[in-house]
């Protein structure tokens, strides 16, 4: 048969979602798995996300606003930037895809360090951009000094995940500013700060506050994780006004949805709560990740609302874990664990102790 689509994408890994509690179920007869896979917050949604939902939903037979003016609106108030520089997506993935688009041509090269977000590589192969992957330092953490050796004038956009997914590592003050002053002004630097929320160390820098005015920094944020919106795709990014004019050029029309939208408004209004739920996170973090530890040697400091361990088997572990009824996340060089609920994490442990033996 003719090769109707592109052959580079042959070989490149699909985005692997984390498995449900669903497919547990089918799988091995588990009625109650605990997922602590994708990274989100365990507590339900936000108080006034689903009359906010409601409501919306009774417009759902018109378009939604295509400007997202009363959600920009909102954003421009609480994190103080301008509208004109607010783009919303549907999800944060999607605003880098569409970052992609705008900044980059065929043959081009996006910069980022490795492992880090799975989304990476596909959104450059989408682009038909070739990915510069550059290793983790021994430590899990970005290696900026060789980030910014590996750029070329091929390179067009660099990615700076901080906090990193999956390894939880983040960069701190000092190196990441030596790092931008470094970075050729016609380079953009994407802060991806999906987990910017959970971040209680003083030394690593909120993008939004300490970079956004730099003309090439685009800093993007999501309400998937700490906001608990991930089922609803919305995510923004912050940038200078004549990217974020050419991020708009090319999204998809209505995009971000009429029940997002309404969402993300209530979400923001719950700010309280939302960082009641985090604050809980950190809490159990602080003394979780002793804790595993003393189970998996290795396992780096964390910013976020998971953790890594590094194990020589993630595969075979994640399975132990999954026939004890615990849902994590294998990558080839180690595996991920969300920080769930008090009860969730203590499942996780006694999980890992059995799979560890
Ligand atoms: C680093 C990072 N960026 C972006 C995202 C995507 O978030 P969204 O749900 O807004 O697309 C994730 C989700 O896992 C992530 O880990």
Redesign the pocket.
């Known amino acids: 048969m003719a090769k109707l689509t592109r052959p580079d994408l042959d070989s490149l890994p699909s985005y692997v979602p984390g498995r449900s509690p669903a497919d547990l179920a089918r799988e091995l007869g588990i009625s109650e798995a605990v997922k602590l896979a994708?990274?989100e917050v365990p507590y339900g949604p936000l108080p006034g996300v689903l009359d906010a939902v409601a409501a919306a939903a009774a417009e759902s037979h018109r378009y939604p606003d295509m400007g997202v003016l009363a959600l920009r609106e909102a954003l421009s108030a609480r994190y103080e930037v301008a509208m004109d520089r607010i783009v919303t997506g549907c999800?944060?993935?999607?605003l880098l895809e569409l970052l992609a688009k705008a900044a980059t041509r065929p043959g081009d090269e996006i910069v980022y360090s490795w492992r880090s977000?799975e989304?990476y590589p596909i959104v450059a192969a989408g682009a038909g951009v070739r990915s510069v992957q550059v290793p983790n330092t021994p430590g899990h953490g970005h290696d900026l000094a060789a980030m910014a050796a590996a750029i070329t004038d091929a390179t067009r956009i660099v990615i700076v995940?901080n906090p990193n997914?999956p390894t939880g590592t983040s960069v701190r003050r000092a190196e990441l500013t030596r790092f931008l002053d470094a970075v050729p002004d016609d380079v953009l630097v994407v802060l991806?700060e999906?987990?910017r929320e959970f971040v209680t160390d003083a030394e690593v820098p909120d993008g939004l506050v300490e970079y956004a005015d730099r003309p090439n920094v685009v800093v993007?944020r999501?309400?998937?994780?700490a906001w608990g919106l991930?089922g609803l795709?919305?995510?923004w990014l912050v940038a200078a006004p004549a990217v974020a004019d050419a991020v708009r050029k090319v999204l998809t029309p209505f995009s971000t949805n009429m029940l997002a939208q309404a969402a993300a408004i209530a979400a923001l209004r719950a700010e309280p709560e939302m960082r009641r739920r985090v604050d809980l996170i950190v809490a159990d973090r602080e003394t979780l990740v002793p804790r595993v530890r003393e189970l998996v040697p290795g396992v780096p400091e964390t910013q976020s609302n998971f953790y890594w361990l590094p194990i020589a088997d993630p595969v075979g572990f994640g399975k132990a874990c999954e026939s004890r009824g615990v849902i994590v996340r294998p990558f080839p060089e180690g595996v991920r664990v969300t920080i769930g609920t008090p009860a969730e994490n203590a499942a996780f442990l006694a999980a890992a102790e059995a799979a560890l033996g």
Do not use: E, I, Q
Not at 91 to 94: E, L, M, P, R, Y
Not at 222 to 225: D, E, H, P
């Open positions: 994708s990274n999800g944060s993935v999607a977000f989304a995940c997914n991806d999906a987990y993007l999501t309400m998937s994780k991930a795709r919305c995510g």
